[in-house]
């Protein structure tokens, strides 16, 4: 009776554990088919999300890179622009500087006077050219200011006594005792130092500068 009883009682452990074992498995199992479920969802929804995202930035890359390349072709037209505008000034200065050497530093020789008491010195150069003319035709010496001979004269003297023509003052403008000659008496702003300037008018290439006498005083002041 006693081992019927144990055997029975054996047998009802054995069902329980197999009972628990049973529910156990079929927890799990759930759980896996709720995880394998909610896996598949999540990866269906994925390629929907992350698809526009891919096309965002691919738009986005090609609309930054055109608009980085205009702001790289904007900064090298800047660049190139600026580069420019310096050679050109340099260009200028460059082009300044040429008439400042013709007109200061050609080779002057000194040559023998006219007598005359009041010059210090008296000079040449093979270095001086025809200043050019806008006139064409017969031309007649014209000593009316301001006109265009009297402007292409001035340029001549400038050119002789070697000063800038914005800051030169010209004391006396007169023939020279010919159709086609003149004098101009010129300094160069207040400086006190005065040159008698001698010019000849060369056809159609303008006035050149024959001779310089340096005066000992400016006896055209007034």
Do not use: C
């Not at 074992?21 to 999300?49: E, N, Q, R, W, Y």
């Not at 006139?135 to 070697?162: C, P, Y």
């Amino acid at each position: 009776m006693g081992s019927r009883f144990n055997q029975r009682d054996q047998k009802r452990k054995v069902n329980k554990i197999y009972n628990i074992a049973i529910t156990i498995v079929s927890v799990l199992i759930v759980i896996v088919a709720i995880t394998i479920f909610l896996s598949d969802g999540s990866t269906k929804a994925d390629p929907t999300t992350t698809e526009p995202k891919q096309i965002a930035d691919k738009d986005k890359g090609k609309v930054d890179k055109p608009a980085g390349k205009v702001e790289e072709k904007d900064s090298e037209k800047e660049a190139d622009e600026d580069l420019k505008a310096k050679e050109e000034s340099e260009e200028g200065v460059t082009e300044d500087e040429e008439a400042s050497d013709e007109a200061g530093d050609a080779e002057l020789v000194e040559v023998e006077g006219s007598g005359d008491g009041n010059v210090a010195a008296t000079y040449t150069s093979e270095a001086w050219k025809p200043v050019g003319t806008e006139q064409s035709g017969d031309h007649t010496a014209s000593f009316q200011k301001d006109s265009v001979d009297w402007n292409e004269m001035r340029k001549a003297i400038a050119l002789g006594a070697g000063i800038d023509e914005g800051s030169m003052k010209l004391w006396w403008l007169q023939n020279g005792g010919s159709p086609n000659t003149a004098i101009g008496t010129v300094s160069a702003g207040d400086n006190p130092k005065t040159y008698r300037v001698h010019i000849e008018w060369v056809d159609g290439s303008g006035w050149k500068p024959e001779k310089v006498e340096e005066l000992k005083v400016n006896d055209k002041r007034k």
